[in-house]
């Protein structure tokens, strides 16, 4: 059982402050929701406790260790996984490929080098595309896909890799409503085992199916409680009235 | 791929017949342009597989791995001063000798300067990646031609002919033939590995090293063990010319040499071996006909069509050769069902 913790995380870009002593756990079992307005620093955050930029101040810790100086590899080798707000999937290469490249990690080059490996993957990458409605797109060039399956294959691609703790930057973006609630079913049904944070500007699905929401503005800490709490929030009413 | 053992041979069999005749065709050809006692060509053809081989070493760095390196001359340069070295001052001739140290000389130099590139605390920038090679491709040819251990400016020149087990391999047919199997040998051993699923995590670290990150693979480690091998590749080469030419000296370690077989590459096609053997070819064979014609105009007309390549087909020859035969396929290219996105991706690692 992994637990994330970010305390007291700054992030400065040049002169601009986007992250300003944040501090945020998450727990297994658990998925926290982050909302806030645009460019409140909730990539940033995301990208801080994932070790793809380097917080000014503060640290991070992954199941009581300092990871604050960890590259991104040691990180994922530890469990943690992201989906980056801008899908990541390596379009010139087939679906099936993309779900091999997280399956196969941690194997040894001995075992890479042979191909017969092909065999036994196919039914576990099918397995794992079902849930995206993936799985009878396996030879298709990933790059071929609409902008909804790219999504849903990254998050196929992350499940492959079979994280302690998962970081979700709207995952649902450009989805049909049907659609993201298929995603939040299976963040829901993933959560038993894992840690999740996810970003989403649609409120209503962060408050489904969130236990626990942060709310982030101007790279500050607003508040954190359960979905009721934040609703009856005052600040958080302020933020998002005088945004909106 | 998904092939069961037992079918393995006919389809490895049905992958080689095609360039099998390509070299018989290539023999046939030699026999008639070379008159008897001749050489000539089959010599031209030699040079040409050696440099293949060093292309194809310098292609699974940058075209399977994203790593532009502008001083892959470095480790064939030390490959062939290696040999040179060993069978001009202390007498050895066995090839598979030369070539062995060669190789390892080479790859102790590539671990080292790998070591520097991917294994910092802090991963190199890409810029910063080619602005060192191509420093350290400028230092090593400076070094040569300053040494005078290695001969300065001269080189070392005259170097003995080598033998295989006591048999002379006299440029020409024999060693031709040497050529050949080396390179056949590095050929289907590179087609295995970048076909495999390490070719996929190569490419993975090449097209976005920032997911390959997060699906747990250490890309500085990756990229440091391929461009190892890659230079023990490029000193076997560098090694193979030295013994071919008889001699070795600066041009062959230093910067023209490096951005000649991205050249190649560029030509040919990158991440895609048989775009090393075509880019050659073009230059190194066809491209010497006219070289020798007008020696002048030749940079310029390798400029123009080098500038033709990056602009309008950055994925070289064998890229272009592709998309016109699946021009002639489209249609049941993409299957129904999938939305199929707007804007096509263009092919080709920066
Ligand atoms: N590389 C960068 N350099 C400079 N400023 C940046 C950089 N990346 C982000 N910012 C700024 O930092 C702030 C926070 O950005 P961030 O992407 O974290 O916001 P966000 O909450 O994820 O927004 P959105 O909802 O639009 O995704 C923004 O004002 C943005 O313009
Ligand atoms: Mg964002």
């Known amino acids: 059982m992994t637990t994330l913790v970010g305390t007291d995380l700054g992030v400065q870009y040049g002169s601009f402050r986007a992250l300003d002593g944040v501090s945020l756990e998450l727990r297994p079992g658990h998925i926290t929701g982050l909302i806030g307005p645009n460019g409140s620093g909730k990539s940033t955050l995301l990208h801080t406790l994932a070790g793809f930029l380097k917080p000014t101040t503060g640290r991070v810790e992954l199941g009581g260790t300092d990871v604050t100086s960890w590259q991104p590899y040691r990180r994922a080798r530890s469990g943690l996984s992201i989906k980056f707000q801008v899908a990541r999937i390596y379009t010139q290469m087939t679906v099936a490929e993309n779900v091999h490249l997280a399956l196969q990690t941690g194997r040894p080059v001995r075992r890479l080098l042979r191909s017969a490996d092909d065999v036994v993957d196919r039914d576990r990458t099918q397995a794992l595309l079902a849930p995206f409605q993936l799985d009878d797109h396996l030879d298709v060039i990933a790059g071929e896909l609409g902008h909804g399956h790219q999504q849903r294959l990254e998050l196929a691609m992350v499940a492959a890799h079979g994280p302690s703790v998962l970081l979700l930057d709207e995952p649902t973006a450009g989805m049909s409503p049907d659609e993201r609630r298929g995603v939040g079913q299976w963040v829901t049904s993933f959560a038993d085992r894992c840690a999740v944070l996810i970003v989403d500007h649609d409120l209503d699905f962060v408050r489904s199916i969130s236990t626990t929401i942060t709310v982030l503005n101007q790279g500050q800490h607003v508040a954190t409680g359960t979905p009721a709490e934040i609703e009856a929030h005052p600040d958080v009413r302020r933020v998002y009235l005088s945004h909106v | ?350």
Do not use: C, K
């Open chain 2, 1 to 350: 791929m998904t092939t069961p053992f037992s079918s393995r041979l006919p389809a490895a069999l049905g992958r080689w017949w095609r360039p099998a005749i390509v070299v018989l065709g290539i023999v046939v050809l030699l026999r008639v342009l070379d008159g008897p006692g001749e050489s000539f060509w089959t010599q031209v053809v030699t040079r040409a597989m050696i440099l293949v081989l060093f292309a194809v070493s310098a292609d699974l760095v940058w075209g399977y791995t994203g790593v532009f390196t502008l001083g892959h001359a470095i480790p064939f340069g030390v490959g062939g001063y290696t040999a040179g070295l060993l069978a001009d001052r202390f007498g050895w001739s066995e090839v598979l000798l030369l070539s062995l140290a060669a190789a390892v000389a080479a790859a102790a130099i590539g671990a080292i300067t790998g070591l520097l590139l991917f294994l910092g605390r802090q991963p190199l920038t890409a810029i910063a990646v080619s602005l060192t090679t191509l420093a350290l491709s400028f230092v090593a040819e400076r070094i040569a031609f300053g040494w005078s251990f290695l001969g300065a400016a001269n080189g070392l020149p005259g170097l003995p002919i080598p033998t295989l087990f006591g048999w002379r391999i006299e440029p020409g047919v024999p060693f031709f033939i040497a050529a050949l199997v080396s390179l056949f040998v590095a050929y289907v051993a590179s087609s295995h590995l970048v076909e495999s699923r390490v070719g996929l995590v190569m490419r993975a670290v090449r097209d976005d090293e920032v997911r390959a990150a997060y699906l747990g693979y250490a890309v500085g480690h990756i990229r440091f063990a391929v461009f190892v091998a890659s230079n023990a590749l490029a000193g076997l080469a560098g090694a193979l010319f030295a013994l071919h030419e008889g001699f070795v000296g600066p041009t062959q370690i230093g910067v023209v040499l490096s951005t000649q077989v991205l050249l190649w590459l560029v030509l040919g096609g990158r991440g895609v071996l048989l775009g090393a053997v075509i880019g050659v070819a073009i230059v190194e064979v066809a491209g010497r006909g006219i070289a020798d014609e007008y020696p002048r105009q030749w940079p310029v007309i390798l400029g123009v069509v080098l500038l033709v390549f990056v602009t309008a087909l950055p994925g070289g020859i064998v890229d272009g050769w592709r998309r016109l035969r699946d021009r002639g396929r489209t249609g049941r290219s993409s299957s129904g069902g999938v939305e199929v996105a707007s804007a096509s991706t263009g092919s080709g690692a920066s």
